[in-house]
């Protein structure tokens, strides 16, 4: 059995402090500005807030109750690991789903309230800022669990499922799969602006949840020009944990032989090694660029047929 490092530990306590992070930010979007103003969208949370809406049963129960049923069966598929970290989330989902809404419902004091007593924050008449808001801050938070290897269940098990094999957009994918639960929402209002609002908002995650992830995963590639090549190289392999290449060239103006070092690195590494390029050579001629992306060891797995 494998023994897990300090490091390794380290890095798990990271993922679960930020995919509770990430929850808190997409449970927020829902109690403070999507469930007060009747917006929906996809996936169990979706599905949830309609059974809500037409019978008031809480919608964390709905989303813990079908989730239970998924995850039955997406164990095998995503394995333990993915599937633990996807069982903290739904079980912390739904508890902070329960709280927020308590705290919405009993400590907020809001301008205009709904029919049943619920708390309009933004006032009434303002459903799109709503929307726009509440949208927004779902995606940060699908967005950051999903970087740190978590899920929210539902919808969300089936486009990591499919990202797990193949380059497809997660966004996209969850956008796919949730089209059908927004337009069944039309049944509980017989509203097509509610529909439409629907749609805004499964959009706006989309859009917020793949910048999210994109520019988490954004890399640069260097090419370095120096004479102390060598110990440059050195520096960056040691302090910066990445890899280098060196290339034989000739500097056509000179005529001299020249080293170029080739460098692929994460985007927030940037800062990082143009410092201990200085350090070692002022002199030093740097070429930064970016790349749309880097597969391979360190970097984003390839997932092809």
Known sequence: MHKLTKAEIMREVKDYIYITLGLISYSLGWAVFLLPYQITTGGTTGIGAIIYY???FPI????????????TFAIRILGPKFSIKTTYAIFMLTFLLWLFQL???NYIKAPDMTPDGKPLL??????FM???IGAAMCGVGLGITFNYNGSTGGTDIIAAVVNKYRDVSLGRMIMICDVFIIGSCYFIFHDWRRVIFGFVTLFIIGVVLDWIINSARQSVQFFIFSKKYDEIADRIIKDA???????DGTGWYSKNNVKVLVVLAKNRQSLEIFRLVKRIDPNAFISQSSVIGVYGEGFDKLKVK
Do not use: P
Not at 241 to 247: A, E, F, N, S
């Open 122 to 127: 933004l006032g009434i008449g303002q459903d």
């Open 103 to 105: 705290v919405v419902n």
């Open 241 to 247: 944990d990445r890899g280098v290449t060196v290339l």
């Open 54 to 56: 037409a019978t008031g």
């Open 130 to 132: 709503a929307c726009i």
């Open 60 to 71: 964390q129960w709905s989303y813990f109750i079908i989730n239970a049923v998924l995850m």
